[in-house]
């Protein structure tokens, strides 16, 4: 069982930035395919990026492209998800998700095995 958690949100004003972490406890991280997803209140999960198993590799959700970034540090089985020039459609709980099937990381959420419990990002209008 990979326990994954995440940290780093928070309330910031429109045009800000966070920097949310996701540390896991997985043996083998450098086997998975990480993602990070978010839900807004009423709305469905909805892919954000993602970053294959070597880090050389990224894809991200149009509504977030160029301003968020996400990265990963394999030594510390860590991934983090840079995000500048926050919305308020930006405001969601942001969960990260690894995967350790596939071979073309996917986008899609039933892809992935393992989930964090979320970390609240806010950002008011």
């Known amino acids: 069982q990979v326990q994954l958690v995440e940290s780093g949100g928070g309330l910031v004003q429109a045009g800000g930035s966070l920097r949310l972490s996701c540390a896991t406890s997985a043996r083998s991280f450098s086997y998975y395919n990480m993602g990070w997803f978010r839900q807004a209140p009423g709305k469905e999960r909805e892919f954000v990026a993602l970053i294959t198993r070597s880090g050389t590799i990224t894809d991200y959700a149009i509504s977030v492209k160029d301003r968020f970034t996400i990265s990963r540090d394999n030594a510390k089985n860590m991934v983090y998800l840079q995000m500048n020039s926050l919305k308020p459609e930006d405001t969601a709980v942001y969960y990260c998700?690894?995967?350790?099937?596939?071979?073309?990381?996917?986008?899609?959420?039933?892809?992935?095995?393992?989930w964090g419990q979320g970390t609240q990002v806010t950002v008011p209008s």
């Open positions: 998700a690894a995967d350790w099937k596939a071979v073309i990381p996917s986008r899609r959420a039933a892809v992935y095995d393992y």
